[in-house]
C-alpha cells in the first residue's frame, strides 16, 4: 500500500475588507482554494493539508458590525471543507491601538496557532505569510515556539509603508524579514520597495491568477457592425476614465461608429456621464456600474477591445482577466500595465497623448476575429491560468524548501 505523506501548509495573514478594499479576504482566500486543489493533485504520495490562521486586529463596535468577518469565514469554509480557517475577534473601546504591543493581538495569536497545532498535530512544515502585516505575527510566534521551518512571504500590498506607520513597526518588519527564505510578489515595483528597506534576500514575481470562469467563457465575437470596447475598475482618478471618453469622441469624429461599455463605480461616476452629456457621446457610452465577475465576464466577452487608462497600477488584474477572454487591449505606459502584456495584439500609449493615441489604435486594430481571439487567450492560459499560478507558486515554495 502507497504510504502517504503529509505536509502542514500553515497561511498567517489579516484579512479585514475594509469600504476602499471589500474583497480582500474573497481575493487571497481563492488562491489558497487554488493552492490546495492543484497541489493535492501534482504528487499522490503527498497530502498538503492547508490552514489559514487569520488573527483579525482590534477594531472598534461599529466596524465590527459592518464588515461582516464570520461570513466570509462561514463561507469559506463550506466550500472548502479540507481546509481549516481559524480567527478571532478582539473588541475594544477604539482601534487607535498600538498594534505590536496589544495584549489582545498577541492573546489571539496565542489561541489560534494553538489551535492550529490541535488540527495539523504538528508544527507547520511550510510557513507562508500574506502581507508584510501577516509576516510579523508568524515570526513572533515561530520565535516564540522556537519553531524552525520555511518561511515565505506573499506581498500584495503596494505601497510597502502601508504596514509600518511608524519607525518602530518598520524596524519590527525589517527584523521579522531576516527570517525568511523567499518573498514571492505581484507587481514588479515591488522588488524595489523591499530592497529600500534593506532586504537582500531573494525576491520572485508571481502575477495573479485569472478567475478559472473567464478562461471558461466561449469565445465569440459580437455581430454588431460597430466596434465595441470595454474598460473596467473603479472610477478614481487614477484610472483617468475620462481619457477614454474623450478617445470616443475623436473615434466617432473619424467616421467610426463605437461603443463603449464602461463596468465600475465609484466618486467619479456622475461626473463622468455629464463629461459625456457635454462630449455629446452619451448614447454610445454604456455605464453599468459595479458587476460581480461573472457578470464582467460575459459583458467583456462580446468586445473587440479591451482598454485600460490607468495613470498608476501595480498587478492590473483587469488587463489579466481581458486577455483570459481574448481580448486585445489598449493600455496607458506606467510601469506595470505594459508588462503584464502577453501578445503582439496590444498597443502602449503615452499617458500625455492618450486620447489621439488610443483612438488611433482603436481603429488600427479594427474588429477581433475568432482566430485574434483564440490567439491572445492561449498565450493568456500560459501566463495567467489557475494551474500555472499554482505550479509557479509550488515551484517557489514548496520544491525550493527540498
Known amino acids: 500500500m502507497k504510504q502517504i505523506a503529509k505536509k502542514n501548509i500553515w497561511i498567517v495573514t489579516a484579512w479585514f475588507p475594509s469600504k476602499q478594499n471589500p474583497q480582500a479576504a474573497t481575493f487571497v482566500s481563492e488562491q489558497i482554494s487554488i493552492?490546495?486543489?492543484?497541489w493535492n493533485e501534482y504528487d499522490s504520495t503527498i497530502q498538503y493539508c492547508f490552514t489559514i490562521?487569520?488573527?483579525?486586529?482590534?477594531?472598534?463596535?461599529?466596524?465590527?458590525?459592518?464588515?461582516?468577518?464570520?461570513?466570509w469565514k462561514d463561507s469559506f469554509q463550506y466550500a472548502n471543507p479540507?481546509?481549516?480557517?481559524?480567527?478571532?475577534?478582539?473588541?475594544?473601546?477604539?482601534?487607535?491601538?498600538?498594534?505590536?504591543?496589544?495584549y489582545f493581538i498577541n492573546?489571539?495569536?496565542?489561541?489560534?496557532?494553538?489551535?492550529?497545532?490541535?488540527?495539523?498535530?504538528a508544527p507547520p512544515d511550510i510557513l507562508i505569510a500574506i502581507t508584510l502585516s501577516g509576516l510579523v505575527d508568524a515570526d513572533k510566534m515561530l520565535q516564540l515556539n522556537q519553531w524552525q521551518c520555511p518561511v515565505y512571504l506573499h506581498e500584495h500590498s503596494v505601497p510597502l509603508s502601508m504596514h509600518y506607520?511608524?519607525?518602530?513597526?518598520k524596524l519590527i518588519s525589517v527584523k521579522a524579514l531576516q527570517h525568511v527564505n523567499k518573498v514571492i510578489v505581484v507587481a514588479e515595483r515591488q522588488i524595489a520597495e523591499f530592497r529600500e528597506i534593506g532586504y537582500q534576500g531573494c525576491v520572485e514575481l508571481l502575477w495573479n491568477p485569472a478567475p478559472q470562469l473567464f478562461f471558461d467563457k466561449p469565445i465569440r465575437c459580437n455581430s454588431k457592425q460597430?466596434?465595441?470596447l470595454a474598460t473596467t475598475g473603479h472610477l478614481v482618478k487614477q484610472k483617468a476614465h475620462y481619457k477614454q471618453l474623450y478617445a470616443l469622441r475623436l473615434i466617432l469624429e473619424r467616421g467610426i461608429d463605437a461603443e463603449l461599455h464602461l463596468i465600475g463605480d465609484g466618486p467619479l461616476l456622475n461626473e463622468l456621464k455629464l463629461l459625456a452629456e457635454e462630449l455629446k457621446i452619451t448614447k454610445h457610452i454604456n455605464f453599468h456600474g459595479a458587476k460581480n465577475r461573472k457578470d464582467v465576464a460575459e459583458i467583456i466577452s462580446d468586445a473587440d477591445l479591451f482598454i485600460l487608462s490607468s495613470l498608476y497600477e501595480n498587478c492590473p488584474v483587469a488587463l489579466i482577466e481581458a486577455q483570459a477572454v481574448g481580448l486585445a487591449c489598449i493600455v496607458t505606459q506606467n510601469d506595470a500595465s505594459e508588462k503584464i502584456l502577453v501578445n503582439e495584439h496590444a498597443v502602449v500609449c503615452n499617458p500625455q497623448n492618450f486620447e489621439i493615441e488610443i483612438a488611433?489604435?482603436?481603429?488600427?486594430?479594427?474588429?477581433?476575429?475568432?482566430?485574434r481571439k483564440h490567439q491572445i487567450r492561449s498565450k493568456a492560459i500560459n501566463y495567467f491560468s489557475e494551474e500555472i499560478f499554482a505550479k509557479k507558486f509550488m515551484e517557489l515554495s514548496v520544491v525550493d524548501s527540498k
Not at 55 to 69: E, S
Open 35 to 38: 493552492l490546495n486543489k492543484y
Open 53 to 71: 490562521l487569520n488573527p483579525i486586529y482590534p477594531i472598534d463596535w461599529f466596524n465590527l458590525l459592518f464588515r461582516k468577518r464570520k461570513v
Open 82 to 102: 479540507s481546509i481549516k480557517v481559524y480567527q478571532q475577534q478582539a473588541v475594544i473601546p477604539s482601534h487607535r491601538i498600538s498594534f505590536g504591543q496589544s
Open 107 to 121: 492573546r489571539n495569536l496565542k489561541s489560534l496557532w494553538n489551535l492550529g497545532l490541535i488540527n495539523s498535530g
Open 165 to 169: 506607520k511608524s519607525n518602530k513597526r
Open 226 to 228: 460597430m466596434l465595441v
Open 360 to 371: 488611433d489604435a482603436v481603429i488600427r486594430l479594427g474588429k477581433s476575429s475568432l482566430e
